[in-house]
T-cell receptor, first 115, second 113 residues
Framework: EAGVAQSPRYKIIEKRQSVAFWCNPI?????LYWYQQILGQGPKLLIQ????????DSQLPKDRFSAERLKGVDSTLKIQPAKLEDSAVYLC?????????????FGPGTRLTVT | QKEVEQNSGPLSVPEGAIASLNCTYS??????FFWYRQYSGKSPELIMF????GDKEDGRFTAQLNKASQYVSLLIRDSQPSDSATYLC?????????????FGTGTLLAVQP
């Protein structure tokens, strides 16, 4: 079974530029999560999708971050414009369903450096 | 008080010893608790979850939950150098309507050969 795929793996941009990350979850997984992990911290949930609908985006900085999962499969996360404090690893995870009894499987992450 | 607190470490133990990792949480209503392992430069992977007070064992790993004292521990018996990683504790948010996880900052474990 293929795991969660993410691209790119690394990205370096200057502040105020835009960037987009892509995630393809495990086939058949209805729930998709985007996390931000700053160095030395645990992952922080940015947004959770159930199929193509948003379940929770309470910690998404909506003035600069946006995410979509139009067809309920793959997803993109965008930052526009980027700030220095956005430097982090952006992790995508997926699970069969939203209940916590379903294990969340994480992708390899995208390491973003904002200079 | 943070929702989930862990000592960042590093916790250094010799090979073959028992490593004890601790996590405290703020919400007395929390029902489920998760331990993830994250190797340097890699993504987190689930190793244990526990719902009930007491111990849950899986191979060399034992999760211990004490709801009265609001802490959950992870014991690793016969520690191996390959266990060297950051261990993240995660709990659902207090009074949350959605099924999401709040992660602690993680404890770095170093097993010395």
């Amino acid at each position: 079974e293929a795991g969660v795929a993410q691209s790119p793996r690394y990205k370096i941009i200057e502040k105020r530029q835009s960037v987009a990350f892509w995630c393809n979850p495990i086939s058949g997984h209805a729930t998709l999560y985007w996390y931000q992990q700053i160095l030395g911290q645990g992952p922080k949930l940015l947004i959770q999708f159930q199929n193509n609908g948003v379940v929770d985006d309470s910690q998404l900085p909506k003035d600069r971050f946006s995410a979509e999962r139009l067809k309920g499969v793959d997803s993109t996360l965008k930052i526009q414009p980027a700030k220095l404090e956005d430097s982090a690893v952006y992790l995508c995870a997926s699970s069969l369903g939203p209940d916590l009894s379903y294990e969340q499987y994480f992708g390899p992450g995208t390491r973003l450096t904002v200079t | 008080q943070k929702e989930v607190e862990q000592n960042s470490g590093p916790l250094s133990v010799p090979e073959g010893a028992i490593a004890s990792l601790n996590c405290t949480y703020s919400d007395r209503g929390s029902q489920s608790f998760f331990w993830y392992r994250q190797y340097s430069g890699k993504s987190p992977e689930l190793i244990m979850f526990i719902y009930s007070n007491g111990d849950k064992e899986d191979g060399r790993f034992t999760a211990q939950l004490n709801k009265a004292s609001q802490y959950v521990s992870l014991l690793i018996r016969d520690s191996q150098p390959s266990d060297s990683a950051t261990y993240l504790c995660a709990v659902p948010p207090p009074r949350g309507a959605t099924n999401k996880l709040i992660f602690g900052t993680g404890t770095l474990l170093a097993v010395q050969p």
